[in-house]
């Protein structure tokens, strides 16, 4: 039996495993560098659900699969919803979405995560092509904007030495506080930034030139736009300098650079204007199709690869606000939408209405609370898989590693449901070989998907004339009032998401005067949420901020869509707070 796997989480790294006498060990070549990171250290010491469960009791295995056939039986296939978050990113979790849909449920579209800043790429380059981490390790200059690598995409720290780091954030993170430029943002101004940098490259004229007139041709244009800025008022607003834009300027002229953008920047209802405003001036400086060059987000980890799942037909309500109570029986895998879902209080309210909630997954949580029938899903060790990065090229391969009688992998539920509602699906041997045929031996022994592009763009952009598409208007920002604080929700240390360590406390900046360990409640236009105060000075006086999975942060988000690609808006509300004690 092989000892290698992957692991499974939604995250950037996509870290190759040993499993080693019941230990995890980061595969040693490529990306790992050898260390894996706190979630997968202590992966197995989680406690997971063991047992099925229907309204409370204890039921087999066998007993879950055959109440979930009698649910599924007895409603219209209209009214189920299944309803598939990111829990275990690796493929073969799409397999019920197949079955799902032959059978005629509905499934989900829209996005909790990167879709407004996809659609904004997409726009302006008319496709999502990413600067794979092989590429960043080649650059100069690393402009980190809206990312916070230590937390999330650790990987990415050993590649980042003797290289100069630009961080541009609202928060003062680990590796804001290491690098050369740092611009502490106000929040949702990035686009103000963006702009300006652009318009000051251009008076300069340190633009790329020819790149421009041959990729980019309405530049003078976007200068034009670019113009419409006040100055003076809007780096006063912004709260940076002249000098910090010259210094940016003067750092990323004439060197190789990646600028490397996480999802903070974007979730707000415009958040596709400021990503395609940030490529903008990627675009201004050349950086696309040269070697150490680009602009890395999250990138579509299913680049190149065909679906073996059948999923056209599908009807779909959005994964932001879908309408639960239009459903008699929902289906929830790998999510925990009653605590990650902007709007908790419409959540729950709209999911209570539905007569059959099925909760496929592996830790107790809001969501399995509230279910009806609870089926333990198997763990990334106990089941064969196949898995992509959205941050680099690498396939890894996910070798089962041991067995149990605990819970059901996607594949043997998926096919439960083929045999009992006449559905044709493939052996799960097939669908993992149709995965690794996507998959190439590099010369360095590495194995990659096949058929993607090292270097994105080089020879244009796939928009339909090879050139980028400019933003030809753009909307100001909300600003916060008197007593308003802007709500930054960014990933925790301790958790992935909602699983693991959930830390539930409310960051605020010492000078607004509470004390560390003080109750306080946040009031925002959607709803209220009680948090213990820690006091973090890393913060800007007009933020605050509370971590995805710290219960409650979602009862004040709203549950609206970006304005371009579905996504939820986590930061586009503002928020009040009130002392309790
Ligand atoms: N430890 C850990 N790792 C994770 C996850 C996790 O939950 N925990 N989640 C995974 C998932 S699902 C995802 S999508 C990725 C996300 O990975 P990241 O994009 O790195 O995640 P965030 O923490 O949401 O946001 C990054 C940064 O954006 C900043 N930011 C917030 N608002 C703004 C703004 O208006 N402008 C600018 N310039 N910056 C802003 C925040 O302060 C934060 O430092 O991480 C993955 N990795
Ligand atoms: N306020 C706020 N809210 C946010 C965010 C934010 O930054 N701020 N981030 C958003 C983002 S970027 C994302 S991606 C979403 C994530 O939101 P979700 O997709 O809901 O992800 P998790 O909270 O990680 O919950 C995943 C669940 O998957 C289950 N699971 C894990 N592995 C498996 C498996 O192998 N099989 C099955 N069947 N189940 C499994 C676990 O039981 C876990 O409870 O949250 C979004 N919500
Ligand atoms: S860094 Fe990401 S991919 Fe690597 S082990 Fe940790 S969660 Fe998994
Ligand atoms: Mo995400």
């Not at 100069?140 to 690598?149: A, D, L, T, Y």
């Not at 010259?246 to 002229?253: E, K, N, R, S, T």
């Not at 920002?477 to 709500?487: A, I, M």
Request: aromatic share 10%; charged share 25%.
């Amino acid at each position: 039996m092989s000892k290698i796997t992957a692991c499974p989480l939604d995250c950037y790294d996509a870290c190759g495993i040993v499993y080693d006498e019941g230990k995890l060990k980061a595969f040693k070549d490529g990306h790992t560098n050898g260390f894996l990171c706190p979630h997968l250290n202590h992966y197995e010491s989680h406690a997971r659900i063991e047992k099925p469960r229907y309204k409370g009791q204890e039921i087999s295995i066998d007993e879950a699969l055959e109440k979930l056939a009698d649910i599924f039986s007895s409603t219209l296939k209209s009214e189920i919803l299944h309803y598939r978050g990111s829990g275990n990113f690796a493929l073969m979790q799409g397999v019920t979405d197949h079955v799902m849909a032959q059978i005629g449920t509905y499934l989900t579209n829209g996005s909790l995560c990167d879709g407004a800043g996809e659609a904004g790429i997409i726009e302006g380059r008319g496709s999502n092509k990413n600067m794979p981490l092989r590429e960043i390790a080649k650059s100069e200059v690393v402009v980190f904007w809206g990312r916070n690598p230590h937390v999330t995409s650790s990987h990415i720290l050993p590649l980042l030495k003797d290289k100069t780091i630009i961080v541009i954030d609202p928060v003062k993170t680990k590796i804001a506080q290491q690098a050369d430029l740092f611009i502490q943002i106000k929040p949702h101004t990035d686009i103000f930034l963006a702009m300006l940098l652009y318009r000051f490259l251009h008076i300069e004229d340190a633009g790329d030139d020819e790149f421009l007139k041959e990729f980019a041709s309405e530049y003078e244009d976007y200068y034009e736009l670019t113009q419409t800025i006040r100055i003076k008022a809007i780096l006063e607003d912004i709260g940076m300098t002249l000098g910090q834009i010259g210094d940016f300027l003067h750092h990323v002229i004439g060197k190789k650079t990646a600028i490397v953008c996480g999802v903070g920047i974007q979730k707000y209802r415009d958040g596709a204007d400021v990503m395609r405003a940030i490529d903008a001036l990627a675009v201004g400086f050349g950086l696309f199709g040269k070697e150490g060059c680009g602009v890395a987000y999250l990138g579509n980890s299913q680049e190149a690869i065909t679906s073996p799942f059948e999923t056209k037909k599908a009807k779909r309500v959005s994964k932001v606000n879908a309408p639960f109570d239009e459903f008699k029986t929902v289906f929830i895998q790998g999510s925990n939408p009653l605590s990650q879902m902007p709007e908790s209080s419409r959540v729950r309210q709209s999911i209570e209405k539905t007569e059959n909630v099925i909760y496929f997954g592996l830790y107790e949580n809001e969501t399995s609370e509230i279910a009806d029938l609870v089926i333990p899903a198997k763990t990334f060790l106990e089941k064969d898989d196949v898995r992509t990065s959205y941050s680099h090229n690498g396939m890894m391969i996910m070798h089962k590693q041991k067995e149990n009688d605990i819970g059901i992998s996607e594949y043997d539920l998926a096919a439960f449901l083929a045999e009992k509602f006449n559905v044709s699906m493939k052996s799960e041997m097939e669908y993992l070989e149709h995965f690794k045929n996507h998959g190439i031996v590099k010369i360095d022994g590495s194995f990659e998907v096949e058929n993607r592009e090292t270097i994105p763009y080089q020879d244009g952009f796939d928009t339909d004339d090879g050139e980028f598409v400019f933003l030809e208007e753009f909307e100001v920002p909300q600003k916060v009032d008197e007593g308003e604080f802007y709500l930054i929700t960014t990933k925790s240390p301790t958790s992935l998401n909602s699983q693991f360590h959930r830390d539930s406390h409310l960051y605020l900046n010492s000078k607004l005067g509470f004390t560390e360990g003080s109750r306080v409640k946040l009031l925002s236009n959607t709803g209220e949420a009680e948090f213990v105060v820690k006091i973090n000075n890393n913060l800007r006086e007009d933020c605050v901020l509370v971590h995805s999975g710290a219960k409650g942060v979602n009862m004040l988000t709203s549950s609206q869509h970006s304005y371009e690609g579905k996504n939820a808006i986590f930061q586009e509300n503002f928020v009040r707070i009130v002392k309790i004690d």
